[in-house]
Nanobody, 122 residues
């Protein structure tokens, strides 16, 4: 059974950093695109970043470009999201998702983790 588990969320001050991890089990990243999404209270889920199955192609939402970096360790079956220069507007539940097509749209992804809370506040 395909399974995704996020970790690494928490409370951080504005300007700080966090690294989120997405551990996959039951399948290999070699055959899936992985994306990070986030959802803030009262807002729609939005795509943050995605990475191709071979780790060579990445995409970012304009709001996080230059601050967030997605990477993959296929040997460990883990995807990371390094988040720097965090802002209060980054506060949300962050989800990782697996699918077959690279997209920043949630409908493109078949498998989802349970999410991890990121709170940016002083």
């Amino acid at each position: 059974q395909l399974h995704l588990v996020e970790s690494g969320g928490g409370l951080v001050q504005p300007g700080g950093s966090l690294r989120l991890s997405c551990q996959a089990s039951g399948f290999t990243l070699d055959y899936y695109v992985i994306a990070w999404f986030r959802q803030a209270p009262g807002k729609e889920r939005e795509g943050v970043s995605c990475i191709s199955n071979n780790g060579k192609n990445t995409n970012y939402a304009d709001s996080v470009k230059g601050r967030f970096t997605i990477s993959s360790d296929n040997a460990e079956n883990t995807i990371y999201l390094q988040m720097n220069s965090l802002e209060p507007e980054d506060t949300a539940v962050y989800y990782c998702a697996a699918g077959r097509v690279a997209s920043m749209k949630s409908w493109a992804y078949d498998f989802w983790g349970q999410g991890t809370q990121v709170t940016v506040s002083s």
